[in-house]
């Protein structure tokens, strides 16, 4: 169905497809494939006679994703985890390895028992023969599992259970790796009430067999409960009776079956994750109520430093501590806007509501005792940090779009985007009315359960590799994104009238005062908005710039936060 010979008759098919695809994605919402698959059909064949009859399929489309809406309460499936994932629902130490052995993520646990980052375990496994055990695993699964011993700290051998596990690979595609788990017993919140109850330890005799297993030492546990070595082991003597084992190592192992027995599925971000806690005391908070729009902001940074007003839409405010901390020592002092709340209406600002906006940024700037500062936007809130550029410009001292790219202004840009990005981005900008449901389809998956949750993520980045990469890998970046898609859904609405406006030919916004700078903070990855087009744009744009993150394309401003203060620098210069 390619080409210009798009019939009517095709282009009712291929229409067809798209709803069978949404009616299932509704019963299942982890099920999108066979929707997407459509929407890629439909948008890879010539698009001219969805266009010419632009009326005709708007109420088409209207009519059956509307209906679609009454059908949200499906619940979610499973599916095939990211490595990430994998290892953070594990309650004893486990790593993923790939075929060369290197560590491709590893849980907090396993973290501890290595002392420090390992990158590979090539040459750790005590004998050769379990090396090749392991690839054998991989060429092989059902040659498995094996038990191996290895090296995490020098001279320490610890037995591990090898398995071939199935997992996202970074490339996109489902990949096998090894999946190792230590066989060392680690203690957890459940295993006091499962051990009181089943074999009836005293609350003593937890607390030495808690000490032993977190310590790993007789004399250790001696030491911190102020009794003899003597005394500790007739009470571990005692332990063993009860529960049926023959000494120290015996009860490791045990312990490290029953809990992994014991675990639950869990949110992998709520797995030792500390570094993005908010640090109240960071901020100051703000708040004004306008007639028809509500806005909030936190202050952080540097409180004597350059002042950005940065507006955000789809990301939370408060970034992350080492975003906050580069602000702070480089002095930047930011005043993060939340998402505008607008009063008696479900829909985000409209054409009508954008002055009163504008005007309500302007008075947070004199709330804050500011004459003018650097407006900032990331992502689609780089529109309104344009408007208000365009609209206050004696208030500005610059402007900055972060990851906000440069307006599509031909179809044929639209659908050169990879494939996740063009089913957005193009029916955002000719047939609104589909993306509403799809959306709500996937913030109920985000938030149905874990495994959701983690679907929703990695598609957000999916035709990303550099960024996928990062979120099927690291904790941290997962967590990032999180957070990114979980700010985004408290208003699907919003979200979706937003992604509306950035598909838009918004060309006309960059026509700014010639006296302000213009810079773009963008990643060179960057799959959405590619810096070729950045950049072109920017030559032809007075006083505009592009300072480029070498790191992973649409998360580079969270990996390099010096990016965002080498921006803000730049566009306050000479003012």
Request: overall charge negative; charged content about 25%; glycine content about 6%.
């Amino acid at each position: 169905m390619s080409g210009a010979n798009y019939t009517e008759d095709q282009a009712k098919a291929a229409a067809a497809q798209v709803l069978t695809g949404l009616y299932e994605a509704v019963v299942d919402p982890a099920n999108h494939a066979s929707l997407f698959e459509a929407m890629d059909a439909i948008l890879d064949s010539s698009c001219e006679n969805l266009e010419t009859q632009e009326e005709d399929w708007r109420a088409f489309f209207h009519r059956h994703f509307a209906h679609a809406a009454q059908f949200l309460e499906a619940t979610a499936g499973g599916s095939v985890a990211s490595p990430i994932v994998f290892v953070d629902k594990q309650l004893v130490p486990t790593a993923i390895l790939d075929s060369s052995f290197a560590v491709v993520a590893e849980n907090e646990f396993f973290s501890e028992l290595s002392d420090g980052e390992l990158s590979s375990l090539m040459g750790a496994f005590v004998v050769p023969e379990d090396e090749r055990r392991l690839l054998e695993l991989l060429s092989n699964p059902s040659s498995g599992p094996a038990l191996v011993r290895v090296c995490l700290r020098p001279q320490e051998p610890v037995f591990a259970v090898a398995e071939s596990q199935k997992l996202l690979g970074t490339g996109g595609d489902t990949q096998s790796f090894i999946a190792l788990k230590i066989a060392k017993a680690t203690w957890t919140s459940g295993l006091e009430p499962l051990l009181t109850a089943t074999y009836f330890l005293t609350p003593a005799e937890v607390a030495v067999l808690r000490s032993l297993i977190e310590t790993g030492a007789v004399a250790a546990v001696a030491a911190e409960r102020q009794r003899s070595i003597r005394t500790i082991r007739t009470q571990l003597t005692q332990i063993y009776d009860k529960i049926g084992v023959s000494g120290q190592t015996e009860l490791a192992l045990y312990l490290a079956t029953l809990v992994q027995l014991a675990s639950s599925a869990r949110r992998p971000s709520d797995i030792g994750i500390e570094w993005n806690k908010l640090a109240e005391e960071e901020f100051e908070r703000g708040e004004l109520d306008l007639d028809t729009v509500s806005l909030r902001w936190i202050k952080y940074g540097d409180p004597k430093g350059v002042p950005v007003l940065l507006m955000h839409n789809t990301t939370p405010p408060d970034m992350t501590p080492d975003f906050r901390a580069e602000c702070r020592a480089k002095g930047v002092c930011v005043i993060g806007v939340h998402r505008p709340q607008m009063k008696g209406s479900l829909r985000t600002t409209a054409k009508q509501d954008l002055p009163e906006l504008l005007a309500g940024y302007q008075a947070i700037l004199d709330v804050e005792g500011l004459a003018a500062a650097v407006v900032a936007g990331h992502c689609s809130a780089g529109l309104y940090t344009l408007m208000f550029s365009r609209a206050y410009p004696e208030r500005c001292l610059g402007t900055v779009l972060v990851d906000t790219g440069v307006p599509f202004e031909r179809r044929g840009e639209l659908l050169a985007l990879p494939k996740p990005l063009r089913r957005s981005f193009y029916p955002a900008r000719y047939f609104p009315e589909v993306l509403l449901v799809p959306h709500r389809l996937f913030a109920r998956d985000f938030h149905g359960s874990p495994e959701g949750e983690a679907r929703v993520i990695d598609y957000f980045f999916e035709g990303s590799p550099e960024d996928q990469e990062l979120t099927r890998t690291d904790r941290r970046w997962y967590e990032v994104t999180r957070r990114i898609i979980e700010y985004s859904f408290e208003d699907v609405r919003t979200l979706v009238a937003n992604v509306c406006r950035w598909a838009g030919n918004w060309a006309h916004l960059l026509e700014l005062d010639p006296k302000l700078r213009l810079v773009f903070v963008h990643g060179e990855s960057n799959r959405l908005f590619a810096l070729e087009r950045v950049e072109a744009k920017a030559v032809t744009l007075p006083n505009a710039s592009v300072v480029v993150g070498q790191a992973a394309g649409q998360l580079a401003v969270y990996q390099e936060p010096s990016l965002f203060v080498e921006g803000i620098k730049r566009a306050a210069s000479d003012r």
